[in-house]
């Protein structure tokens, strides 16, 4: 799951990922994907996470079936970080308390029970207004030619791979 | 993950989730979400997903990261689609190729390593417009009120848990 939080975050435009529980096997993991298909996007774990909410100088959205729906607040979050750091919020199923109080916002991707990294998804799409699709990943060493049949993978602009 | 699949699909909008694998668990677990927080969603597994996939009548998407950017094909699948049923794959890492002749379009929410979960909540967005965010869960005994601390919790219309 947290391999998917972070792959999501990095395909979406996030810098970072924060991970309150040290695993070394999931920060190896990004890091080769990184290595593989570029960017700067890092991997941090065992990061205490009440101290990095208190220490954030940014905006803190926490995203919880709980909060304010995404779309009625939107329009303020984006005004209230412009030029700022942003940062989001995901946990497994019981987050502490401490979390609501410590955010910003506590913003709702729907009202109903979900995944945190459909929320993570569609929330850095709405606050990004979709620019993730248009963005560069520099020094990959591989890259996908987008296809309408089959797979095509590309190095250095050389077709390397294709079913 | 194919329980985050299933919350994701139906709390973006979805009717209804097949699953290749046999998984009497899953089914249940969303028939007690869905008995819980409303809505007619179903999960149907071990279904054959070849055959599945060859009998739909509609419009197939495959989510791939080597397929076709979302943003560019959207208005031609939502022509392609209008009052037709629209059948979404995902798969875990390893895809058949066949999913990608089978499908109608092969569809990439970003061409980088990604989550199916994230592309799949992305995709239901940008197919429905964002509708699901206006959508009733008919026959739900608890329902969560959106707020900006804190969790609340009602029963038809009468609050049950506050946090």
């Not at 905006?59 to 939107?74: E, N, S």
């Not at 799409?125 to 020094?139: E, H, P, V, Y």
């Amino acid at each position: 799951m947290t391999t998917h939080v972070c792959l999501t975050a990095r395909a979406l435009g996030a810098d970072a990922v924060w991970v309150a529980e040290k695993d070394a096997a999931l920060e190896r993991g990004i890091a080769a994907v990184v290595g593989r298909f570029g960017g700067a996007f890092e991997v941090r774990t065992g990061v205490p996470w009440k101290k990095a909410m208190q220490r954030f100088a940014g905006v803190k959205l926490h995203l919880t079936m709980y909060g304010q729906p995404i779309d009625g607040v939107m329009d303020e979050v984006l005004r209230a970080s412009r030029g700022r750091d942003l940062m989001l919020v995901v946990g497994a199923s019981k987050v502490p308390g401490d979390v609501y109080a410590l955010a910003d916002y506590n913003i709702a991707v729907g009202n109903q029970p979900h995944s945190e990294v459909a929320a993570l998804a569609i929330a850095l799409d709405r606050l990004g207004r979709g620019a993730w699709a248009r963005a560069k990943f520099k020094g990959a060493k591989v890259a996908i030619r987008p296809s309408a049949r089959g797979k095509v993978v590309v190095a250095a602009g050389r077709k390397l791979e294709e079913e």
